[in-house]
């Protein structure tokens, strides 16, 4: 099984290498689009600002590549706010592949934010997460959400109920990061291997 990480210079990629270098898998980081179009499956991690991002997505036509892929594609916390059609952040049109919005955290009884540290995900809907993880704990570290709405597989409480979990199609995406998320995370990541 070939698996490309899509390398876009966003930042903890390497810990999602690790990952797969623990579930057995080699994986490859490129922005390759002859690597990536013909992988098995295709990794879209990240750590960022949304804006920035994305013109360097465009700049490198990697844009137009990922909304073109066929192939189960697992979008991770930055990597799935950019599968949305539009964050708050820096008032960024997104990828538009999931139609959802991301919106900024608004503390309303003096939360901290960013939301950082470990929650339990819940409502878990098919794709890539199975049934016993339902309650279990994933580790987060975002400013941004995206909302609830039809193409939510999971949700977590922090301030209020948002999507920690979506999927439209082959696009599957986490809020938290399974790579750094454990035993629960490593179940995750191999239900999505096993699509």
């Known amino acids: ?7 876009y210079n966003a930042g903890n990629v390497q810990s999602v290498l690790f990952a797969m270098e623990r579930l057995g898998v080699d994986a490859v980081l490129t922005d390759d689009h002859t690597v990536i179009r013909s992988a098995d499956k295709v990794i879209f991690p990240g750590v960022g600002e949304a804006n920035t991002t ?24 930055l990597g799935m706010q950019l599968l949305c059609e539009h964050s708050e952040e ?3 049109p997104c990828l538009g592949i999931i139609p959802q919005k991301v919106l ?25 997460f199975s049934p016993e993880l339902e309650g279990d704990y994933v580790y987060f570290v975002h400013s941004y959400y995206a909302e609830v709405g039809p193409y939510t597989t999971a949700t977590t409480d922090y301030i209020l109920p948002f999507s ?5 199609d082959n696009f599957y995406a986490t809020q938290f990061h399974p790579e750094k998320s454990g035993k629960v995370g490593e179940a995750i990541l191999r239900n999505f291997l096993n699509l």
Not at 1 to 7: N, Q, R, V
Not at 62 to 75: A, E, F, K, N
Not at 104 to 128: D, I, T, Y
Request: with cysteine; aromatic share 4%.
């Open 1 to 7: 099984m070939s698996i490309a990480i899509i390398d």
């Open 54 to 77: 994305m013109a360097y997505l465009r700049e490198r036509g990697l844009d137009g590549l990922i909304r073109s892929l066929t192939q189960p594609v697992l979008g991770i916390c």
């Open 90 to 92: 820096n008032d960024t």
């Open 104 to 128: 900024r955290f608004r503390p309303a009884n003096g939360e901290k934010v960013p939301h950082m540290g470990w929650n339990s995900v819940c409502g878990l809907q098919n794709g890539v």
């Open 164 to 168: 920690s979990g979506l999927q439209k």
